[in-house]
DNA sequence: GCAAATTTGTTGATATTTGTCAATAAGCAG
DNA sequence: CTGCTTATTGACAAATATCAACAAATTTGC
């Protein structure tokens, strides 16, 4: 049996059941613990798979039973937060600025809280309420169809909407990265919608936690030059940090800045 | 078991009930109490629940059913209900329909959860979460300006898209009513926005809570001709009926005891 | 307002799981 | 066959999970 025969039964074993475990998979197959690991790791860099302690499950953009309502706020909570709270810092009051739905962007919105005057343009609809509950801003909730978790909308309805409004600075995340394509998005119609997002905007400010880096997704929507700057949290490795300079891509580290009290 | 699916039942068990005590989910699934705080703690760090003392109960973002941002379900809701439920006797899985943002047409989406493959156009933020859960669904939120509450949006952006599509049913509320203004609306944009969904619609259903009856506000929306039905809760005095009646306007007095195949 | 009861976070011990690393085996192009 | 890359394995250190015991914090009962 081949390694790419092994990894395929691996996920045809992980379709039928909800969750493999590294001792009985390598009993089972005769092999190793440090080869199903292996598997169970490359599976997961591929994006096929999500690795838990003990074991691995299917990932969790494919398992649909996981998709509850707007609970995409989890994994990374802390990095996206932080770049929340450093990208903020770009926007002062009266601004015209656009958010995507991404859960980045989320954390981007509530450390806009003491920010006034706003003019937001998003398609996320937690964003836009957290957003509208401080009246002195206004805000455009792009329209189209609603995500069976709730959380977003999309559509050829909303994008021409973006073309008759002014947008200074625009906030988009991305589902992978390469410096050759820029950022990328693995949804079709959220795809559409941030690049003409970011065809609008004067200013476009990438949000990219460091697990993006390295995956590259079916759908480009930002070339390297057209990122004014690229947010990123402090796991992003060495050889990324080099790359990102070498193609002349400005970028923040977003770390934990303030000392933890007591 | 391993700790991911300890945690994924967790979740499970927190859907079906309002809320976990450590020292009875320790004993269930006979683990130390100590583990099962880990558990709660980590799944807070997440998001996915809120920790209380002696427990953890869902955590409101991923909780459904609360209402932190001003739904003003408070007032009549028991009629408001029951129109609701006596207006979703006409709406069949398939069906185009359009619901405004409205309280009454919230529960009378409510009541469509049974409902499969409906079209739903509406402006009411709640109300298309709450269907598009059901993925079978297509719903579509009309864009525009997000109200303070973060309950409804309105603007001209939003109108021209209303023309576009097809729509079978209207179901749409009104601030007042008249016989000789029909219904009429105390918000402008409201206004705007519900005339161009009664026009385009095949069939127009008013939904008017008794206490309506006699304002007339400043926007007239649909004039008494244009209204295919009415329903109105049994507070409406008879005085009305006999107007309503007499005006030529087919109504239905929405009861406790309608139809209740059990 | 105080004391008892409960719950919580912490600590250290133990068991599992994980990543690393070097050695070996297997696959493959020339 | 030879040299090269990739895959696999066992050994071991680091990380993680669990547990029990205990002190600190919180809630409850009076």
């Known amino acids: ?54 074991g691995a499950v299917l990932s969790v953009s494919s398992n649909p039973s996981n ?45 806009l809280k003491e920010r006034s005057r706003l003019r937001v343009v998003t398609n996320g609809i937690e964003i836009a309420r957290l957003l509208a509950h401080n009246t002195s801003n206004t805000v455009i909730l792009i329209g189209g169809v609603v995500s069976a978790d709730g959380s977003s909308l999309t559509g050829l309805l909303s994008e021409q909407i973006i073309d008759e409004l002014r ?28 690049r003409k997002a970011i065809e609008s905007a004067r200013q476009v400010f990438a949000l990219v936690d460091s ?24 796991d992003i490795s060495d050889e990324w940090k080099a790359k990102l300079q070498l193609a002349n891509i400005p970028f923040t580290i977003c770390k934990e800045q303030a000392v933890l009290p007591k």
Chains 1, 2 share one sequence.
Request: aromatic share 6%; charged share 25%.
């Open 1 to 54: 049996m081949t390694t790419y025969e092994r990894r395929q039964s691996l996920m045809d074993l992980l379709r039928k059941q909800p969750g493999l475990r590294v001792p009985e998979i390598a009993l089972s197959l005769g092999v190793s613990e440090g080869t199903v690991r292996n598997d169970f790791n490359a599976l997961e860099e591929d994006g096929h798979l999500t690795r838990v302690h003990g």
């Open 67 to 111: 998709s509850e309502f707007g609970i995409r706020h989890q994994e990374r909570s802390q990095e996206k937060n932080l770049i929340g709270q450093v990208a903020a810092q770009l926007v002062s009051d009266g601004d015209s600025i656009l958010l995507d739905a991404s859960s980045t962007a989320y954390y981007l919105a509530l450390n």
């Open 211 to 234: 697990r993006k880096f390295g995956h590259e997704d079916l759908t480009p929507i930002a070339r390297p030059l057209q990122i004014t700057h690229l947010f990123t949290d402090s």
């Open 167 to 194: 947008i200074q600075k625009a906030f988009v995340s991305c589902s992978g990265f390469s410096v050759e394509s820029g950022l990328t998005e693995v949804h079709l119609e959220e795809a559409q919608l941030k």
